[in-house]
């Protein structure tokens, strides 16, 4: 009987557990996200192992979009109105390596029956995160609130865990079969610990208290193509069953990307998962620019190692 390696063990378990969540989580007529940007694919080269082993002085990307279409998506947390624009600054900066990096998210909705321009509501997320091999983890707050009129805030602060593999570095057999397409996937779990007002579904019933989340990047043209999806599922901490989703948040998206610029098409849907209920969806046209600025680009830090435990 032939064992494999502990490592090579080890990846297969964590490639067939994300393939697994992903697989289960995905609804039969679609595939995966969520508003804030967190979780949009990395603008990145995942065969460019060298870059990912310098430590970011800041780095980040500015985007706006278009709800091409949208018949229910709200533009403010209480519900009302119809999201028409987006836009959003992500910035973060390398603490220490990549075990401790800081990063905000503004995230900024308008409404389209309020003539598409004035905005409606402000998404702000502040958190730590870090990686060590191939698990992170992250601290995180978030607050919700309308901008031009009164009314319901939500906020809440969460931990969460992700393992994640990349076809590069972990998936022999995918290099193989697909020697031009790269794939990258992460799963994992998190704890709202705190919760004002964070609602367990799309209309504003319950309260979360977990949330499960997968997700994966497909390189389909030298990073020029990628086509992405996410699944993000919360608990009602008020519920019978704090440990079953009752929302489940999903997109599916198509990047076109060229150097710092990727202009992408994807879909949102947001539903109830254990009643019948408000399913908020849109389709939105999205163009995102990226930025780098490393510390060994100014002398300030040596490159970490780019192999193992970095």
Do not use: C
């Not at 939105?284 to 100014?298: C, E, I, P, W, Y």
């Amino acid at each position: 009987m032939v064992l494999l390696p502990t490592m090579a063990l080890r990846r297969h378990i964590l490639t067939w557990l994300i393939f697994g969540l992903i697989a289960w989580a995905i609804p039969t007529d679609a595939l995966a996200l969520e508003k804030y940007g967190r979780p949009l694919p990395s603008m990145d080269d995942p065969n460019d192992l060298d870059r990912e082993s310098e430590e970011s002085l800041f780095a980040g990307y500015l985007l706006t979009g278009a709800f091409a279409k949208n018949p229910s998506f709200a533009a403010r947390p209480d519900n009302s109105g119809l999201v028409g624009l987006r836009h959003m600054l992500h910035l973060e900066t390398d603490l220490y390596k990549q075990y401790l990096t800081f990063y905000t998210d503004q995230n900024f909705f308008s409404d389209r029956n309020n003539g598409w321009i004035e905005l409606s509501e402000w998404d702000s997320t502040y958190a730590f995160t870090g990686v060590v091999d191939h698990f992170s983890w992250r601290l995180q707050y978030e607050r919700d609130a309308p901008l031009d009129r009164r009314g319901i805030k939500q906020a809440y602060a969460d931990g969460m865990m992700t393992a994640k593999l990349q076809s590069a570095q972990d998936m022999a057999w995918w290099r193989k079969l697909f020697p031009n397409q790269s794939l990258t996937m992460y799963g994992g779990a998190g704890w709202l610990f705190h919760n004002s007002n964070y609602f367990a579904r799309p209309d504003n019933t319950g309260r979360a208290l977990f949330r499960y989340v997968a997700h994966a990047d497909l390189d389909l043209y030298k990073n020029k193509v990628v086509l992405y999806g996410d699944v993000n599922f919360f608990t009602d901490r008020e519920g019978n069953n704090q440990a079953r989703p009752t929302e489940m948040d999903w997109i599916v998206g198509l990047a076109l990307r060229w150097r710092d610029a990727e202009l992408a098409v994807y879909h949102e849907q947001d539903q109830p998962l254990d009643k019948a209920g408000l399913v908020q969806k849109y389709l939105a046209v999205q163009l995102r620019f990226s930025f780098d600025v490393s510390k060994g680009d100014l002398g300030l830090s040596r490159m970490k190692p780019g192999t193992g435990i970095q």
